[in-house]
């Protein structure tokens, strides 16, 4: 049966444990993985998703809290692996439905929600956790493990309850020389796998590419020849909570002689609480105030912003598309030192062009090695399944692609193909006495926020926006004798982003009127009845006349 098409899920067996994604799976981002077990949720991240250009005007896309919005007090504690936004972004909105559910995580990862939440002027209560501790949540047993990862202080969690032993790697990688010496704890999973994991969920992001991820040191040549060599300044574009990677480039700032200033409200936050808390080490006298920057050469300045992934409101793009005080010119040097985010390919490549246009030499990872990933490859995985020997595996984090080809790696390794499930976001895995199957599905959709508003059913609206973005919109205005039914004066056409001629209006008019003729000839005259007929002849003629699909509004006056 196709995962579209399972029902919703029978009663959980007694002791049994029940698994469900909100986000996270068929996407990179919006992780959030829910466990159910004995009348108790414990929850697994809570991030949100960048929008893609199919879904204009949208900031962010958050998980959707239906399938537990009448169980938010059974929720004993939310766990974040990390501090990333799509794992941490949307925890803000569902603290707004029970400000006071615990929160776990390391002591980087509660730092950066604390911030954030604290502009929501939300306050849970926070538990500090590190590798090696337990933490009883409920009827959970919670265990952490330290793994390595493009953020400092990220954690796997081992999870024990009567129903089994699930281990959730959150993101990984396996860099045998990171830059803060804190490796993925593999004698850890092998402890476990002694124990007996019973059920896998692991990280798929880098599924796809063979052998072993390169190191964040490996990046050192490749920056410090961009600040050989750049003439003038240079602009480095990050994640806001990538520390390995702006560690990188304070270092190469302070070999060259450059004085370095943070760009962007995000970014001055969260590398000043990785410099209060150790994890960010700041050579003394580099940093700048932004007023500064003009006393200095060009020679001697980086500026460190967000924007990696094209985002419109970040300093990047506005900088590209001439909306931010520093305006790019001939010389400037820009690296772009982040992951090219699937689905975010187009608005990178238009910041990339725009900033291009403006005389930047522009330094990405298509051109320079100037980036490594955060997540294992092949070779990391198959040394995991070995060591591990799961019963089950369930790959996470990824796009279909990115799970299909983790799930053939666990068969390569000997997992039986019955023993790996895939799944996507609202497919329910149950865990009973150790074993794992699929069980059915509850709602799991995508959740818009535009600006302050936040979508409820919000799909019908993306469809709506984006036939407004690809044939734009026609109102269509008729005037009714009331006496007589018929039209006082020809229909007006007002369009919004139309690019045909002004042909197709006399043969809209006269389709118009012969529907409504016909109309009233069969005694019709409900006036929303009426609007919809005029809208269902406008769409029917301009889609077998142009093959267009505008979004038309039909509006009937009566006089």
């Given at each position: 049966?196709?995962?579209?098409?399972?029902?919703?899920?029978?009663?959980?067996?007694?002791?049994?444990?029940?698994?469900?994604?909100?986000?996270?799976?068929?996407?990179?981002?919006?992780?959030?993985?829910?466990?159910?077990?004995?009348?108790?949720?414990?929850?697994?991240?809570?991030?949100?998703?960048?929008?893609?250009?199919?879904?204009?005007?949208?900031?962010?896309?958050?998980?959707?809290?239906?399938?537990?919005?009448?169980?938010?007090?059974?929720?004993?504690?939310?766990?974040?692996?990390?501090?990333?936004?799509?794992?941490?972004?949307?925890?803000?909105?569902?603290?707004?439905?029970?400000?006071?559910?615990?929160?776990?995580?390391?002591?980087?990862?509660?730092?950066?929600?604390?911030?954030?939440?604290?502009?929501?002027?939300?306050?849970?209560?926070?538990?500090?956790?590190?590798?090696?501790?337990?933490?009883?949540?409920?009827?959970?047993?919670?265990?952490?493990?330290?793994?390595?990862?493009?953020?400092?202080?990220?954690?796997?969690?081992?999870?024990?309850?009567?129903?089994?032993?699930?281990?959730?790697?959150?993101?990984?990688?396996?860099?045998?020389?990171?830059?803060?010496?804190?490796?993925?704890?593999?004698?850890?999973?092998?402890?476990?796998?002694?124990?007996?994991?019973?059920?896998?969920?692991?990280?798929?992001?880098?599924?796809?590419?063979?052998?072993?991820?390169?190191?964040?040191?490996?990046?050192?040549?490749?920056?410090?020849?961009?600040?050989?060599?750049?003439?003038?300044?240079?602009?480095?574009?990050?994640?806001?909570?990538?520390?390995?990677?702006?560690?990188?480039?304070?270092?190469?700032?302070?070999?060259?002689?450059?004085?370095?200033?943070?760009?962007?409200?995000?970014?001055?936050?969260?590398?000043?609480?990785?410099?209060?808390?150790?994890?960010?080490?700041?050579?003394?006298?580099?940093?700048?105030?932004?007023?500064?920057?003009?006393?200095?050469?060009?020679?001697?300045?980086?500026?460190?912003?967000?924007?990696?992934?094209?985002?419109?409101?970040?300093?990047?793009?506005?900088?590209?598309?001439?909306?931010?005080?520093?305006?790019?010119?001939?010389?400037?040097?820009?690296?772009?030192?982040?992951?090219?985010?699937?689905?975010?390919?187009?608005?990178?490549?238009?910041?990339?062009?725009?900033?291009?246009r403006w005389g930047a030499n522009v330094v990405h990872k298509s051109n320079a090695k100037v980036h490594v990933s955060g997540h294992a490859s092949a070779g990391e995985l198959i040394y995991c399944y070995n060591t591990i020997k799961p019963a089950h595996v369930m790959p996470i984090h990824g796009e279909w692609r990115h799970l299909t080809a983790n799930a053939d790696l666990a068969?390569?390794?000997?997992?039986?193909?019955?023993?790996?499930?895939?799944?996507?976001?609202?497919?329910?895995?149950?865990?009973?006495?150790?074993?794992?199957?699929?069980?059915?599905?509850?709602?799991?959709?995508?959740?818009?926020?535009?600006?302050?508003?936040?979508?409820?059913?919000?799909?019908?609206?993306?469809?709506?926006?984006?036939?407004?973005?690809?044939?734009?919109?026609?109102?269509?205005?008729?005037?009714?004798?009331?006496?007589?039914?018929?039209?006082?004066?020809?229909?007006?056409?007002?369009?919004?982003?139309?690019?045909?001629?002004?042909?197709?209006?006399?043969?809209?008019?006269?389709?118009?009127?012969?529907?409504?003729?016909?109309?009233?000839?069969?005694?019709?005259?409900?006036?929303?009845?009426?609007?919809?007929?005029?809208?269902?002849?406008?769409?029917?003629?301009?889609?077998?006349?142009?093959?267009?699909?505008?979004?038309?509004?039909?509006?009937?006056?009566?006089?």
């Open positions: 049966m196709h995962q579209l098409d399972l029902p919703a899920p029978g009663p959980l067996q007694k002791d049994g444990m029940r698994i469900f994604a909100l986000g996270g799976l068929g996407e990179v981002g919006r992780n959030m993985t829910v466990f159910d077990h004995n009348g108790r949720l414990l929850v697994v991240d809570c991030g949100l998703l960048f929008p893609e250009d199919t879904q204009p005007g949208i900031d962010v896309i958050l998980p959707d809290f239906t399938a537990i919005r009448d169980r938010l007090d059974d929720i004993v504690a939310v766990v974040l692996t990390h501090g990333h936004e799509d794992h941490i972004g949307a925890l803000p909105y569902l603290l707004r439905e029970r400000p006071n559910i615990p929160i776990v995580g390391s002591r980087l990862t509660l730092a950066f929600i604390a911030a954030k939440l604290k502009e929501h002027r939300l306050a849970p209560p926070m538990v500090e956790v590190a590798e090696g501790d337990h933490h009883p949540a409920g009827p959970f047993d919670l265990e952490f493990f330290a793994v390595n990862h493009s953020i400092p202080d990220g954690l796997a969690l081992a999870i024990r309850t009567v129903a089994g032993l699930v281990l959730h790697t959150g993101d990984f990688k396996m860099d045998q020389f990171p830059l803060d010496k804190r490796i993925t704890d593999l004698a850890g999973f092998a402890q476990l796998g002694k124990e007996g994991v019973d059920l896998f969920m692991v990280d798929s992001t880098n599924a796809e590419v063979p052998g072993f991820t390169m190191g964040e040191k490996d990046l050192m040549p490749a920056i410090d020849e961009v600040f050989r060599t750049a003439p003038r300044r240079i602009i480095v574009s990050s994640f806001a909570s990538h520390v390995h990677r702006i560690q990188q480039v304070l270092d190469a700032a302070a070999r060259h002689g450059r004085k370095v200033t943070f760009v962007g409200r995000s970014m001055v936050r969260n590398m000043g609480i990785a410099s209060d808390l150790g994890y960010l080490q700041v050579p003394e006298g580099i940093l700048v105030e932004m007023k500064s920057l003009e006393k200095l050469p060009d020679d001697k300045i980086v500026m460190i912003c967000t924007g990696s992934q094209g985002e419109p409101l970040a300093a990047l793009a506005r900088m590209a598309h001439r909306e931010h005080l520093i305006e790019i010119g001939n010389g400037d040097t820009v690296l772009l030192a982040s992951s090219l985010i699937p689905g975010n390919e187009n608005a990178i490549y238009r910041v990339i062009n725009a900033l291009t068969v390569r390794t000997g997992i039986n193909e019955d023993r790996v499930l895939i799944a996507e976001n609202g497919v329910t895995v149950d865990l009973i006495q150790g074993k794992a199957s699929i069980s059915g599905r509850v709602p799991a959709g995508m959740i818009y926020i535009d600006g302050v508003t936040i979508g409820g059913e919000s799909e019908s609206a993306m469809n709506e926006r984006r036939r407004l973005a690809n044939d734009g919109g026609i109102t269509v205005l008729a005037i009714l004798d009331t006496t007589t039914g018929k039209l006082a004066e020809p229909v007006e056409f007002f369009t919004q982003g139309l690019v045909h001629a002004t042909a197709w209006t006399a043969d809209a008019a006269q389709a118009i009127d012969k529907a409504l003729d016909r109309a009233r000839k069969k005694k019709l005259d409900d006036t929303v009845q009426l609007e919809a007929l005029i809208t269902k002849t406008l769409a029917r003629l301009m889609d077998r006349k142009y093959r267009s699909t505008p979004v038309i509004t039909s509006v009937i006056v009566n006089e």
